[in-house]
């Protein structure tokens, strides 16, 4: 990891880009209450980058603010270069920024396969006369989206689930199959709000694989919130910790282990100073 | 895949065009050789155009998951536009699609108008706003005598709405909607009915694509309107009240949202009960109310609930001899 403009780190391999993702100064006001505080990080282009934080230190909040559910009090966000501001969410998504929800959203009445085809935006240009008439522009589209499908879901062994109903999977599919739409709409930045939520530790060590798999066939960047420190400090290259909205601490795994402000912001101040 | 069967797409053209064509051509034959007193014929005109109509409504409310209430008001703009133009032309095949087209286009673009501004609301509010959309064009109707005949209404229409023009219309329509939902932008609408917040975020233009369903219901809508003014031959601005919508919206909840093949029965049944329940005038509507009450109590999801009617489908499992085998649970199946 390098220091990059004296505002956070970046891997190395990623120094000679500028970060997919450039965060400056966010904050957010939910009447009186600062949710988030002054949020500054930098993400590099292939980075695995974790968030964590005590439970409501507003890590979600941070999601959200990234995909423009809400609206930053103050500060900015440049992803890719390009500022946010005032671009609806699905505009953003064509900016290449796609993720997952920490309660599942899956269009649960649709099947695997169409769940996934949903967010493949890129690069269609049939139109909804030439679909109603199936003329050939209809034919290529599916046939297109239907292989793509079919391959994004075989990295994460749902291929042959793709008629199921989505509502009707297994929980830990739901997850998987969450993140491979994400996929689909062929991001450069991938937010996971808690991937692991609900996984046993081998479905996780599986997810874990399949999270570096991600970063290292696609190239791109990956944000996650996580509790599972496990699979945090496993995959994560840059950490940053939230409590009560600020930053408290920016590092690499071993750094993030051993700060004890962190220690003291997850066990309290008395077990902080025993350990 | 797994030696599991599939019928190739061409002879699945060619099934479904035979049966369509044979069912247009031999109704008409029926019609026509008197089998049929014109009391009969007329309810299986209307049913026809009652199917269109809560074929319509159902893109917006079962695939959409919307809630209109001004279903009405766009089978009158249809319906008034299709007759100006037939008063105007003499009779041929061609003034006959021209009109079922403008119907349609006129309706679509009244939908284009009221959905910009309607579907920024949701729920409750939506329903509320349409409905008044819905009674403001019958309010204009009215007081636009010069054109629109005002309250005594229009009349003369010539009636082109014979059973092969209803029920080309009909099929054509619901086979474009079909093809509609089974394409890329029907996922999209199909997806915001399904979560809002994560088919925007998986890019989904979903403002677009609301205002897309609206109007391609208020297409058929108009389409449908323009049926029913070859049909009756006269239009007057009651015919277009709140009423009308809600009967429309009653078939669509009770054949099951979104389920086309579920509009199509309800439509059916709920069409020819009335004139088949005559006999007891006394409690036909009792009757009617309460044959209501105990489906949605049954059978809370509408008749078919989500379910869609596939001939393929269903020929397909004949063929692997799987018709009567029981549907798998999800994740059992070509794992």
Known sequence: ?275 | MNGYKQIPVYLRYLINTLLLGAFLLGGNALLASGAVNRAQSAVILQIGIYILLAVSLNVATGYLGQLPLGHAGFMAVGGYGAALLWKAMPRSAGAIVLGLLLGGLVAAVFGVVIGVPALRLKGDYLAIITLGFGEIIRVLIINLPGITGGTPGLMNIPKHSSFLVVYTTVILSCALIHTLMKSRHGRAILAIRENEIAAESSGVNTTFYKVLAFTVSAFFAGVAGALYAGYTGILTPGNFTFMTSVNILVMVVLGGLGSMAGSVIAATILTALPLALQSFNKYRMVIYALLLIAVMIFKPSGLLGRYDFSLTRILEKLINGQLFARAKKAGEDRA
């Open chain 1, 1 to 275: 990891m390098v220091p990059l403009d004296g505002l956070g780190i970046i891997p190395e391999r990623d120094a000679g880009r500028p970060p997919i993702l450039d965060i400056r100064h966010l904050c957010v006001d939910f009447g009186g209450l600062r949710a988030v505080d002054d949020f500054t990080l930098l993400i590099g282009r292939t980075e695995i980058a974790g968030l964590i934080g005590p439970n409501g230190a507003g890590k979600t909040t941070v999601f959200n603010l990234l995909t423009n559910v809400y609206k930053p009090t103050q500060g900015r966000i440049l992803l890719n270069g390009q500022d946010t501001r005032g671009k609806s969410m699905h505009q953003l998504n064509r900016l290449g920024i796609a993720r997952t929800f920490q309660n599942i959203r899956l269009f649960a009445g649709m099947s695997v396969e169409d769940n996934v085809k949903v967010a493949m935006n890129h690069g269609y240009t049939d139109g909804v006369l030439t679909d109603m008439f199936r003329l050939p522009g209809w034919w290529r589209t599916e046939r297109r989206q239907h292989v793509r499908a079919l391959e994004l879901l075989d990295l994460f062994n749902l291929a042959g689930k793709a008629n199921a109903l989505a509502g009707n999977l297994p929980y830990g599919d739901q997850r998987r199959l969450e993140i491979v739409r994400a996929l689909a709409s062929e991001p450069k930045l991938l937010l996971l709000d808690e991937p692991a939520a609900g996984m046993n530790p081998s479905e996780t060590h599986e997810l874990m694989d399949n999270i570096r798999m991600l970063r290292d066939e696609f190239g791109i960047a990956i944000m996650l919130i996580e509790h599972d420190m496990n699979l945090v400090m496993g995959i994560c290259e840059g950490i940053a910790v939230l409590n009560y909205g600020k930053i408290i601490a920016k590092g690499t795994p071993r750094e993030i282990q051993t700060n004890p402000v962190v220690i003291e912001a997850y066990l309290g101040e008395e077990a902080g100073h025993d350990a």
